[in-house]
């Protein structure tokens, strides 16, 4: 898939601050190290979900929030990529 990136690199890599775009409109802008994304970071899927909080190893991790399409989100911890420990769901 194309895309595009600009930020800040480090040995060939992402790392620091940068904003990386895909053709199909998703989009992420926060931390990255060593080419992951890495601290806090905003992915706005291009179907209209947004993930704001922390990440870790390229992945959702720490406490964040996922706002969906139909405005229903959820508040709380994420592990490697998914809802894990504490948090609450807003349905719409």
Same mark, same amino acid.
């Given at each position: 898939?194309?895309?595009?990136?600009?930020?800040?690199?480090?040995?060939?890599?992402?790392? $620091?601050? $940068?904003?990386?775009?895909? =053709? !199909? $409109?998703?989009? #992420?802008? $926060?931390?990255?190290?060593?080419?992951?994304?890495?601290?806090?970071?905003?992915? !706005?899927?291009?179907? =209209? @979900?947004?993930? =704001?909080?922390?990440?870790?190893?390229?992945?959702?991790?720490?406490?964040?929030?996922?706002?969906?399409? @139909?405005?229903? !989100?959820?508040?709380?911890? #994420?592990?490697?990529?998914?809802?894990?420990?504490?948090?609450?769901?807003?349905?719409?």
């Amino acid at each position: 898939m194309s895309g595009r990136y600009e930020g800040d690199w480090v040995d060939g890599k992402y790392d $620091g601050y $940068g904003v990386e775009t895909w =053709a !199909r $409109g998703s989009r #992420f802008r $926060g931390q990255y190290r060593k080419g992951l994304r890495n601290g806090f970071g905003v992915y !706005r899927f291009y179907t =209209a @979900d947004v993930y =704001a909080g922390e990440w870790s190893n390229g992945q959702s991790h720490g406490c964040g929030i996922h706002t969906c399409e @139909d405005g229903s !989100r959820y508040v709380g911890e #994420f592990k490697w990529g998914v809802k894990h420990g504490l948090g609450h769901y807003h349905f719409r």
